[in-house]
């Protein structure tokens, strides 16, 4: 009978520690489901987990360029976006976040992002003539200061190195930190979160060419130390 009892009180105690786990704080109810981090596919949870870092809240703009900027939507497409998500810029800030590139996103998680970034893009009339992407031909390095004295001095100062209204971008320390193609993308697009003008806006009614563009560019990447090199 002892015996007996005893059986019953520990299956007693049993079934209460049962119950009460099932109750602990955290613990998913009977109708939540729990999904792995490759299953998240809501674009608003990935991009605050992986890009608001660097873009900032809503791509509006933060260590790096606002992702939503109408200018910058207009001149990238999204097998670019798509590529940089996934692939990084090597030898910047920016990692790769392709799981077949080392990062920690699936491909449709990457479409995910391309998609809602490109959601962000609004019509503008005013956009028209941005200098493509990508440079058509290569910058001269020796007609660069020409165009940076017109367009880009009145900012940041005659040689780069700073303004009152401008940071010193023909820096070392700058150029180590940047792309090749950031510093074209930026002399286009401006940072129009920092107060500063993309293509149109430095000279009233003369904007930059594409191969202004490449002419600063050319001139600015030439200042890097030898052991720095180029950055894609």
């Known amino acids: 009978m002892r015996v007996q009892l005893g059986i019953a009180l520990a299956v007693f105690a049993g079934v209460i520690v049962l119950i009460a786990c099932n109750n602990m704080p955290g613990r998913p109810g009977p109708h939540e489901e729990v999904i792995g981090p490759e299953q998240v596919l809501d674009f608003n949870t990935l991009y605050k987990d992986n890009c608001s870092g660097c873009h900032g809240a809503d791509g509006k703009g933060g260590a790096s360029i606002a992702l939503s900027d109408p200018v910058y939507l207009a001149?990238?497409?999204?097998?670019?976006?798509?590529?940089?998500?996934?692939?990084?810029?090597?030898?910047?800030?920016?990692?790769?976040?392709?799981?077949?590139?080392?990062?920690?996103?699936?491909?449709?998680?990457?479409?995910?992002?391309?998609?809602?970034?490109?959601?962000?893009?609004?019509?503008?009339?005013?956009?028209?003539?941005?200098?493509?992407?990508?440079?058509?031909?290569?910058?001269?390095?020796?007609?660069?200061?020409?165009?940076?004295?017109?367009?880009?001095?009145?900012?940041?100062?005659?040689?780069?190195q700073g303004g009152k209204r401008g940071s010193a971008i023909a820096n070392r320390a700058y150029l180590a930190l940047v792309s090749d193609q950031y510093l074209r993308t930026v002399t286009i697009t401006g940072r129009p979160e920092l107060g500063a003008p993309d293509w149109r806006g430095d000279v009233p009614g003369r904007p930059m060419s594409g191969q202004e563009v490449s002419d600063v560019v050319a001139w600015l990447t030439s200042q890097r130390t030898p052991s720095q090199g180029p950055k894609p």
């Open 75 to 160: 001149m990238v497409d999204d097998a670019t976006l798509r590529n940089v998500a996934a692939s990084g810029v090597p030898g910047t800030q920016m990692p790769p976040f392709a799981q077949s590139k080392g990062g920690m996103l699936t491909d449709a998680q990457i479409g995910v992002l391309v998609g809602g970034i490109r959601s962000w893009a609004r019509r503008d009339p005013s956009i028209v003539g941005v200098p493509p992407y990508a440079a058509q031909s290569p910058g001269d390095a020796r007609r660069g200061p020409e165009a940076f004295a017109t367009f880009c001095a009145s900012c940041h100062g005659p040689e780069g």
